[in-house]
């Protein structure tokens, strides 16, 4: 597929910033993985059921971290919980956005994540 350059995509690439959220939004979210996502993708998040794949680790790097926040998050409200897929709050997504995050090694901040699209599109996954 050919990708479409224009200034808004390459502005969006130009001010890519690391993702934001609080510790106690990744809480918030480790609570909602309990409820909503253990069963399928285990209590150390490699250690699931049901075909529940990695959420961390190599694999989570090689899926998602050369990505936004954006592709992380819509994916998780497109297709989870995959026996419910697209059944909780953008603000629920967003907290177990932060969860997977702070469990893959991004340092939490002063900001929450919110559900909003653009903010997603300009926090940049990639590491230096
Ligand atoms: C009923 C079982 C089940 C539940 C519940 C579930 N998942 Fe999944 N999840 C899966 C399966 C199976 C896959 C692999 C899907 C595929 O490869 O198409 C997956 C894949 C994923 C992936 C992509 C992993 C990757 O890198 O390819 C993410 C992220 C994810 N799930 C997050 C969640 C979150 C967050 C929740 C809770 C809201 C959740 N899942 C609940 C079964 C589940």
Not at 19 to 29: K, L
Not at 30 to 59: I, K, M, T, V, W
Request: one cysteine or more.
């Amino acid at each position: 597929m050919v990708a479409l350059i224009g200034p808004g995509a390459a502005g969006a690439m130009a001010d890519g910033v690391p993702p934001s959220f609080t510790q106690d939004q990744a809480e918030r979210g480790q609570s909602a993985y309990r409820r909503y996502c253990q069963n399928c993708h285990g209590s150390r998040l490699d250690n699931g059921e049901f075909g529940g794949a990695p959420l961390n680790g190599q694999y989570f790097a090689q899926h998602w971290g050369t990505g936004s926040v954006a592709g992380l998050y819509d994916y998780m409200r497109a297709r989870m919980p995959a026996d419910r897929p697209g059944r909780l709050s953008p603000q629920t997504y967003a907290d177990l956005t932060a969860f997977l995050l702070s469990r893959n090694g991004y340092k939490p901040t002063e900001t929450e994540l919110t559900p909003d699209a653009d903010e997603h599109q300009r926090m940049s996954l990639r590491r230096e």
